[in-house]
């Protein structure tokens, strides 16, 4: 099969998906495991600087607890999620979630940072075995008239995860120590399995058989992926005098050196680990851009945001904290009624609408007046979460459903690199804003709300091209 085929002729939908308690549990299974990812990838941050005095270091060596995390996670997306393509995404998953359980208990032993890093890293690779095939399982379980719905529930849990992880470590931080963060992984884990193995749907029937996976393709991989990560931590942790900037160049040539390699030997291949022939259909190339700028716009603001309301605004870091949290509870809320109208309404134009009021958000908390009521801060949090609820669900089923079924792993894999990738970009263009307005008040958070909106235009400017069909209404 040549490449521009698998482009232009999808394999035929799964068309039916699973039915009542199996769909259930299946889900289940998958809401679980995506929930545990989450809170602890937002939990880890409040424990840093209990780490740095229980050890005695200086807190800067302390980010690479979650770096360690990150790097590994982005880095085995896509290879994991070919993995999926071949043995099946009910493999990658379970065995994603044992190694991210029994990593837990490593870092909850931790003696050291070094041991307690490598831990993280090991959880990192457990997580993106779980979380690159996720929007296939889910493609699996619904039936394709019901999929947004499934979309839309994975959203409602990542954005109730999001804002649940700061408020649990802060709980469990203020009577124990950090290591009880990790003490209910291991068990959530095996149920996770325990059930997964029951519950996850088989691979499909007939999925045709495919080369196996090059080692030096994985190899270059991690390269190109984990060097640009480091060039845009180092970027984002930039300071007058320092050599970060040169360290950034040298990790950005390494990765771009290794990258043009791997994408030379990937343009060879019928069914790239990076997978370029998706990247042929429009429509997914479209919501893969949409992505990118949607996340790089929420990162961008959910950094700034705390800056904003804190240091300008003179508000406590609790008040502060529950204002924030009306953005991801107008997400859980929206989210779903939007996943019911996905494939009636076109994804292009809920995601057009949906980053039109993200970025009038965003702009609206740019112009918040000095000493504005509680009021006048939630509904300006609420518009953003709504509107990134509008584009999320339509734009993830998009990128999920424009794959052929067989590639349904590649296409997930896709979407979390989307995710991490614009969460890169963002932290570095805030980054930019703090060294551009050094020592103003309010400036740099001001103009980073600005920069904010207008990713999120950008967003709504590659969503608005795509040309999705509109499915039939559902017989009642």
């Given at each position: 099969m040549s490449l521009s085929t698998v482009s232009a002729t999808p394999a035929p939908e799964a068309p039916d998906g699973m039915q009542g308690r199996a769909r259930q549990l299946a889900m289940a299974v998958i809401v679980c495991g995506l929930m545990l990812c989450v809170l602890d990838s937002t939990m880890l941050n409040l424990a840093l600087p209990q780490m740095a005095r229980q050890w005695q270091i200086d807190p800067a060596y302390t980010l690479w607890v979650v770096n360690a995390n990150q790097i590994a996670s982005l880095v085995l997306l896509l290879p994991l999620a070919a993995l999926g393509d071949r043995l099946g995404y009910k493999r990658v998953y379970l065995w994603g979630m044992l190694v991210f359980g029994l990593a837990s208990v490593l870092a909850a032993l931790a003696p050291s940072l070094p041991w307690l890093i490598v831990a993280r890293a090991l959880q990192g690779m457990g997580m993106a075995g779980a979380l690159c095939v996720n929007g296939a399982l889910v493609r699996q379980i619904y039936p394709r008239g019901l999929l947004g719905q499934g979309m839309a529930l994975n959203s409602m849990v990542v954005a109730l995860s999001t804002v649940t992880g700061p408020v649990l470590a802060a709980a469990v931080l203020t009577q124990f120590d950090w290591r009880w963060l990790f003490s209910l992984h291991?068990?959530?884990?095996?149920?996770?399995?325990?059930?997964?193995?029951?519950?996850?749907?088989?691979?499909?029937?007939?999925?045709?058989?495919?080369?196996?996976?090059?080692?030096?393709?994985?190899?270059?991989?991690?390269l190109m992926f984990g060097a640009i990560f480091l060039a845009l931590d180092r970027i984002s942790h930039y300071q007058p005098g320092a050599a970060s900037l040169a360290w950034a160049g040298l990790w950005l040539a390494l990765g771009l050196a290794a990258g043009c390699w791997y994408v030379r030997r990937q343009k060879r291949q019928t069914q790239p680990m990076l997978p370029l022939d998706l990247l042929r259909i429009p429509v997914f190339a479209l919501s893969m851009g949409a992505s990118i700028s949607a996340f790089s716009a929420q990162t961008m603001a959910f950094l700034a945001l705390p800056f904003l309301l804190i240091e300008t605004h003179g508000l406590s870091t609790g008040r502060a904290g529950l204002l924030i949290s009306a953005w991801p509870v107008a997400l859980a809320v929206v989210a779903p009624l939007v996943g019911r109208r996905i494939g009636r309404i076109p994804a292009g134009r809920l995601g057009a609408m949906g980053m039109v009021l993200f970025a009038s958000g965003l702009w609206a908390l740019a112009l918040l007046p000095i000493g504005a009521v509680v009021w006048d801060v939630a509904w300006r949090m609420a518009l953003c979460g709504a509107g990134f609820a509008m584009f999320q669900s339509p734009n993830n089923h998009t990128i999920v459903t424009s794959a052929p079924v067989h590639r349904s792993g590649a296409a997930s894999g896709m979407l979390g690199s989307a995710r991490h990738t614009g969460q890169g970009l963002g932290a570095v263009c805030l980054a930019a804003c703090f060294v551009l307005w050094p020592g103003t008040e309010g400036l740099a958070e001001q103009r980073a709300m600005w920069l904010a909106g207008g990713f999120a235009v950008l967003a709504a400017c590659f969503s608005g091209l795509r040309h999705t069909p509109v499915a039939p209404p559902l017989p009642r």
């Open positions: 291991l068990l959530l884990s095996l149920w996770v399995c325990w059930l997964g193995r029951k519950a996850l749907p088989p691979p499909h029937a007939g999925r045709a058989a495919q080369a196996g996976l090059s080692w030096l393709d994985v190899g270059l991989n991690v």
